[in-house]
């Protein structure tokens, strides 16, 4: 049930004129609308969705291409499908049950043994979903026959998998589990096509840039949130939480400008000592022994490290603990985590700083990955706080949170 209160009626109709006489501008209208609508947020009386699950629900997804079935995942090791917009039966005359139209758990010939932590649906074809397990399977199904269309087995138990929304060249599944490399399964061959390696701990989470279908970002437990452009070894980016940026982000010419700034200090530099050494005839080539001299800085002698090898032994976190979960917002240019330490964090993606926005404490599930959900304006974020739901307005110029649901017999994972 519902129990934050929502805005009396007549001071929204009181901003409705307020907008009709310009009195307020279409942003602050339309901001104070949002707020308005998420705030009357509330459990529908009209629909219902009859679970089949006997456990907890750790994955939600809509497809994304009619946005009308619903795939859920869960700990008895069941998955499930639902149409969303076809209503199985009508309770009452007007209340709508929505039960599963298609179920596969353990009592199927292929289905999981354990817990199943993540299910996500083919982006551009609903005719096929992927699940990923604890039994250390991920496995692709074909929603038509609901069998088994190919597997990957995995060196540990599976937390996390995601397939870009983007993608039109691969058709790549990014996989985190309980050991320290990301694994990329490719269903058009049905094998792995390579591994990334920069973690120290089991990999939590996983997120597809919404910009780039070659960018992917990971989350470990062990707090660090790693960017990685997968045709090249080594990730390129690591979010460090100490390295914050306060308000908009630094415009990019003065970036160009010291980058001028800096070759032309080397230019003249070099110029000068290029004179001096006209002056004084010392233009000869440089000895060995001085070339040899000049790569040794404080007696080690400077090698090149392979891409992979320097990645790893950064150790930047991002939080204090594991980082159960990862969102991008629709335009590609934040990103939300979620950690261990029971902390929410907004990052700049093009400048990999923390924004240092201060999102209310609050109580986050530690020991499973979490789903957030951001909505498409992007201006809002959904956590799922143990026995509650929190909604964050995090891209206004305030920063507020508040929460929405509250029951006290259930828990949520995923949004």
């Not at 980016?237 to 308000?247: A, F, K, T, Y």
Request: net charge positive; with cysteine.
């Amino acid at each position: 049930s519902a129990y934050t209160a929502a805005r009396p009626e007549w001071m929204w109709w009181e901003e409705v004129r307020r907008r009709e006489r310009g009195e307020l501008r279409a942003r602050r209208f339309e901001a104070l609308a949002r707020s308005r609508r998420a705030a009357s947020l509330a459990l529908s009386n009209r629909k219902e969705i009859a679970t089949p699950h006997l456990g907890a629900v750790n994955s939600l997804q809509v497809d994304l291409t009619e946005g009308r079935y619903l795939l859920s995942g869960a700990s008895d090791g069941s998955a499930a499908v639902f149409d969303l917009k076809d209503a199985t039966e009508y309770e009452a005359g007007f209340i709508a049950k929505h039960r599963s139209i298609l179920l596969v758990d353990r009592q199927h010939q292929h289905g999981h043994k354990f817990t199943v932590s993540k299910a996500i649906w083919y982006p551009v074809d609903t005719g096929l979903f992927v699940t990923a397990s604890f039994d250390n399977y991920v496995k692709v199904w074909d929603t038509n026959s609901t069998q088994v269309v190919m597997d990957f087995k995995m060196p540990g138990k599976v937390y996390s998998a995601a397939m870009s929304p983007i993608a039109t060249t691969h058709m790549l599944i990014a996989t985190g589990s309980a050991d320290v490399q990301v694994r990329l399964c490719d269903i058009a061959s049905g094998a792995f096509t390579h591994t990334l390696s920069g973690h120290h701990d089991g990999i939590m989470s996983l997120e597809w840039s919404t910009s780039s279908e070659w960018i992917l970002m990971s989350g470990g437990c062990d707090g660090a949130i790693r960017f990685w452009d997968i045709r090249r070894a080594g990730c390129f980016l690591i979010l460090d939480q100490l390295r914050s940026q306060l308000g908009r982000r630094p415009p990019i010419i003065d970036s160009t400008t010291d980058n001028q700034h800096q070759k032309n200090l080397g230019r003249s530099s070099s110029s000068k000592s290029y004179s001096v050494q006209q002056r004084t005839g010392n233009h000869k080539k440089q000895s060995k022994g001085l070339r040899k001299s000049l790569t040794m800085v404080r007696g080690h002698t400077q090698q090149k490290v392979h891409p992979g090898m320097s990645s790893s032994q950064n150790r930047k976190t991002a939080h204090y603990g594991a980082v159960t979960g990862l969102r991008t917002t629709t335009d590609g240019m934040h990103l939300l985590s979620s950690g261990s330490d029971s902390r929410l964090r907004l990052w700049d993606i093009d400048s990999g700083c923390n924004t240092l926005v201060n999102f209310e404490a609050m109580r986050l599930q530690t020991s499973k990955p979490l789903q957030l959900a951001v909505t498409d304006d992007p201006s809002l974020v959904f956590i799922p706080c143990m026995s509650s739901i929190k909604v964050c307005c995090c891209f206004s110029s305030f920063m507020s949170s508040f929460c929405i649901l509250k029951f006290t017999s259930k828990y949520y994972n995923c949004l």
